[in-house]
């Protein structure tokens, strides 16, 4: 499918208009549509087409239509109901939901018990007058780039069905690139935000790590672990972003001086970015370019990390029930779970190296710009990328321009290129704390015409 690009918040396919987040409240608080009606709307969008996509794990119908009313009788009643006003929103399925099993996208938990209260992020959305509507699809226990499910199936790119979407938050940035919701929660790890977000054509944030609350979110690897928001707007973003952290946002400080990343970031990457790259230094009159030395050790330690604290996790259930996993994940979790732990402690050490070598390039330039991914989806049916001249796992290898920054626990925001074709999108990096500093320049960006989310594809609306 041919996707366009979207200049605003607001996607028009057809006779169809999705509004974005600040749309969406700002047409609730005047009364020009109530919160029911919104979120009415968009239970049917899911209910039509996400057969088409399979971003939706379960809808929650009764508990959205009783909190849209209470937005709605809060509106009645002239109070203000909260900067998200009835906004519809879905969660990756490892926030937990009070009343449903927090499945971490495994079938070994689809009958666990019930979580006895919504995650703290729900919490903070639901007081911002937020309605969550649905839970989302992701790779088990999000280990993987590609949101290829086992239990709930494979989630599958709105722009190109024929290619992934991305992951292991696929379900998250599909729902939001097919209209089906305004914006969503995942969680990013090694990239998991940042690569569904770039392959879809929408924004996504990992925040600097630990600043988001995760009281509530199913573990992964507890060193690297963040959640953060999809949305089709830098603006929209922000908003969310700005609810989580429960406080008003900090002033801006603009940045004067980006640059991009080069070597590493530069190598095994498809025509099509590398002509991207090119047109957004020149629309930004013209970047220069920084190397960073061993950004390949940087990788690796962030792989060993994963693969020694998610095995380490999962050890006892490994041991006791392996035939519950999938076995894609099962195997990488078993050789996670040998890895030595001096290796481990190695690799954490190696943080303050390449965490000296980040900070000196974050001295001299605001904001790093990289690639998120090597280029467009890969297609389903040849699941694999070039690295090195040689055919890789997609699934394990998507997030050869992520892990690496992940390492670091850096806030980083992947905005959508504005090119045509197959969505691409870019990383924007900064300095631990200056979340507010990039989320303005991804706004400066979406202004300027140098990033652009990708249009809704009229088949999901015809």
Not at 347 to 376: K, N, Q, S
């Amino acid at each position: 499918m041919a996707c366009r690009r979207s200049p605003g918040a607001a996607a028009v396919t057809g006779k169809t208009v999705i509004l974005g987040v600040l749309e969406s409240a700002a047409a609730v608080k005047s009364g020009r549509i109530s919160a029911v009606e919104l979120v009415s709307a968009a239970l049917g969008r899911i209910a039509e087409h996400n057969p088409a996509i399979n971003a939706v794990t379960r809808t929650l119908d009764e508990r959205a239509l009783r909190d849209a009313a209470a937005v709605d009788a809060e509106v009645a009643a002239g109070r203000d109901p909260g900067p998200l006003a009835g906004v519809p929103f879905g969660v990756k399925d490892l926030f937990d939901v009070e009343g449903l099993s927090t499945t971490a996208g495994a079938a070994r938990l689809k009958d666990a018990p019930p979580a006895s209260s919504d995650a703290e992020a729900i919490q903070r959305l639901q007081a911002s007058g937020a309605v969550l509507v649905a839970t989302l699809n992701m790779d088990e226990f999000a280990y993987g780039f590609v949101t290829d499910n086992a239990h709930w199936g494979i989630t599958l790119n709105p722009h190109d069905v024929d290619r992934f979407a991305g992951g292991s938050s696929g379900g998250s940035a599909a729902a939001v690139a097919a209209g089906l919701v305004p914006f969503a929660l995942g969680s990013d790890t090694n990239g998991s935000i940042r690569i569904p977000a770039s392959l879809c054509g929408i924004y996504g944030i990992k925040p600097t790590h630990a600043s988001l609350p995760m009281e509530g979110v199913y573990p992964f690897v507890h060193t690297l672990d963040d959640m953060g928001a999809f949305a089709r707007s830098a603006s929209d973003l922000a908003a969310v972003d700005e609810v989580l952290r429960g406080n008003a946002a900090s002033s801006s400080v603009p940045f004067q001086r980006p640059a991009l990343l080069g070597g590493w970031f530069h190598d095994n990457l498809a025509s099509q970015m590398t002509a991207a790259l090119e047109a957004l230094s020149i629309g930004l009159g013209g970047l220069p370019t920084v190397q960073l030395a061993e950004v390949d050790r940087a990788r690796s330690a962030a792989f060993l990390i994963t693969a020694f604290e998610g095995g380490a996790y999962h050890r006892d259930a490994l041991g006791t029930d392996p035939l519950s996993y999938d076995p894609m994940t099962r195997d990488r979790l078993i050789a996670g779970a040998a890895i030595p732990e001096a290796i481990y402690h190695e690799a954490m050490r190696y943080r303050d190296i390449f965490g000296a070598v980040m900070a000196a390039a974050l001295e001299t330039h605001d904001v790093l710009i990289a690639p998120a991914t090597f280029g467009p989806a890969p297609l389903i049916a040849d699941p694999f990328i070039a690295v090195d001249g040689k055919p890789q796992s997609a699934r394990a290898n998507l997030g050869l321009y992520t892990q690496p920054i992940s390492y670091l626990g850096l806030p980083v925001i992947a905005a959508p290129l504005p090119v045509e074709g197959l969505p691409m999108g870019v990383q924007l990096i900064a300095a631990k704390g200056r979340d507010t500093d990039l989320l303005h320049f991804a706004r400066t960006l979406e202004a300027r015409g140098l990033a652009a989310a990708h249009a809704v594809p009229q088949e999901a609306h015809a």
